[in-house]
């Protein structure tokens, strides 16, 4: 039987702009927490942390707290990740490693000769030379290693977990937008296999467009702006340079798709004016501007604008977001 009084601990990456809604939730549900710089808090809870403010986190399954860094303790700790990593898995399992180093001025490329990639392809090289499978692009696991001012902390993350996004960066993918709708895809577990067509507002350089388009769907991209040039020759992309208000009231879509970088309750009043052009169980994918920390508010606004023609809300602080959360809902 699973004993629920055992205190686990976590390490969780968020934007400043997030983290006095996050520690306000911590406090709520009684946990512990320390500061670790900028982005990071580690944990103590009882039960795993959910929060739509998260950027990243992960169970810590190791940690070491430290002072000073040489190059044996690095060799040190490339054993302990060994052993981690050996105890966790079989050869058969692809896996990759991940070395993050935040806060450190005496530990850098000049002072031991390694950055946070060295330890990366030294650890990963080990492990192969003894049999176990590296994959970059479609890992299984992914164990983290982080190394801060004071303290060493590893864990793994399962892929398989719909929260541990693990979005590839494509050659020919047109902006950071284009990860952003990819990821919120795969987080809402989004089903594009019977929508037809697309409204991609705050369209341009047209990542959205584009993620959309590999789907086969044709998009109507407005914005004033011009889309990227590689679209040109894309035959499921139509740019029209309207404003949102201009658009035909005869168009009927399947989802719309809203990034504009606009106020988040202005941007919520577009989406409730376009809504009669969704289809009858049509959804859409927009994200929530938040230009300062009261974060709360905007969400709460943008959702009280929206439930007038939209239901089942869903929101999340995804890897490839900013100062922004995205929302998903459908028609109602």
Request: net charge positive; hydrophobic share 40%.
């Given at each position: 039987?699973?004993n629920n009084n055992i205190e686990s601990e976590y390490l969780a990456r968020l934007a400043p702009?997030?983290?006095?809604?996050?520690?306000?939730?911590?406090?709520?549900?009684?946990?512990?927490?320390?500061?670790?710089?900028?982005?990071?808090?580690?944990?103590?809870?009882?039960?795993?942390?959910?929060?739509?403010?998260?950027?990243?986190?992960?169970?810590?399954?190791?940690?070491?707290?430290?002072?000073?860094?040489?190059?044996?303790?690095?060799?040190?700790?490339?054993?302990?990740?060994?052993?981690?990593?050996?105890?966790?898995?079989?050869?058969?399992?692809?896996?990759?490693?991940?070395?993050?180093?935040?806060?450190?001025?005496?530990?850098?490329?000049?002072?031991?000769?390694?950055?946070?990639?060295?330890?990366?392809?030294?650890?990963?090289?080990?492990?192969?030379?003894?049999?176990?499978?590296?994959?970059?692009?479609?890992?299984?696991?992914?164990?983290?290693?982080?190394?801060?001012?004071?303290?060493?902390?590893?864990?793994?993350?399962?892929?398989?977990?719909?929260?541990?996004?693990?979005?590839?960066?494509?050659?020919?993918?047109?902006?950071?937008?284009?990860?952003?709708?990819?990821?919120?895809?795969?987080?809402?577990?989004?089903?594009?296999?019977?929508?037809?067509?697309?409204?991609?507002?705050?369209?341009?350089?047209?990542?959205?467009?584009?993620?959309?388009?590999?789907?086969?769907?044709?998009?109507?991209?407005?914005?004033?702006?011009?889309?990227?040039?590689?679209?040109?020759?894309?035959?499921?992309?139509?740019?029209?340079?309207?404003?949102?208000?201009?658009?035909?009231?005869?168009?009927?879509?399947?989802?719309?798709?809203?990034?504009?970088?606009?106020?988040?309750?202005?941007?919520?009043?577009?989406?409730?004016?376009?809504?009669?052009?969704?289809?009858?169980n049509g959804f859409a994918v927009m994200t929530i501007k938040c230009p300062s920390k009261n974060?709360?508010?905007?969400?709460?606004?943008?959702?009280?604008?929206?439930?007038?023609?939209y239901t089942r809300f869903r929101l999340q602080h995804l890897p490839h977001n900013r100062m922004?959360?995205?929302?998903?809902?459908?028609?109602?």
């Amino acid at each position: 039987m699973r004993n629920n009084n055992i205190e686990s601990e976590y390490l969780a990456r968020l934007a400043p702009i997030f983290q006095h809604e996050f520690i306000k939730q911590l406090k709520h549900s009684g946990c512990a927490y320390r500061k670790l710089n900028k982005y990071y808090f580690l944990i103590s809870s009882k039960r795993p942390i959910k929060s739509i403010f998260l950027h990243s986190i992960f169970k810590v399954k190791m940690k070491f707290e430290v002072s000073g860094f040489t190059k044996k303790r690095i060799d040190d700790l490339s054993g302990l990740m060994q052993d981690f990593v050996k105890k966790s898995i079989n050869k058969k399992t692809p896996f990759k490693i991940n070395c993050n180093i935040s806060g450190i001025q005496t530990f850098n490329t000049d002072t031991i000769g390694m950055n946070a990639k060295d330890i990366e392809v030294m650890i990963g090289t080990k492990l192969e030379l003894q049999g176990y499978k590296i994959d970059l692009l479609k890992p299984k696991y992914i164990f983290i290693l982080d190394i801060f001012n004071t303290v060493i902390i590893a864990g793994k993350v399962d892929l398989k977990n719909p929260a541990a996004i693990n979005i590839i960066e494509k050659p020919d993918d047109i902006s950071r937008a284009q990860l952003k709708l990819r990821e919120a895809i795969l987080y809402f577990k989004i089903d594009l296999s019977s929508v037809r067509n697309a409204l991609d507002l705050g369209a341009a350089p047209g990542g959205f467009s584009k993620e959309l388009s590999m789907h086969r769907i044709k998009v109507i991209a407005v914005d004033t702006a011009d889309l990227d040039k590689r679209l040109e020759k894309d035959r499921n992309i139509t740019h029209l340079k309207i404003k949102a208000a201009q658009i035909n009231s005869d168009y009927i879509f399947d989802m719309i798709t809203n990034d504009m970088n606009i106020d988040p309750v202005e941007s919520a009043q577009v989406m409730l004016n376009l809504s009669n052009h969704l289809s009858s169980n049509g959804f859409a994918v927009m994200t929530i501007k938040c230009p300062s920390k009261n974060v709360s508010n905007y969400i709460k606004n943008t959702k009280k604008i929206l439930s007038a023609k939209y239901t089942r809300f869903r929101l999340q602080h995804l890897p490839h977001n900013r100062m922004e959360i995205t929302l998903f809902m459908l028609k109602k």
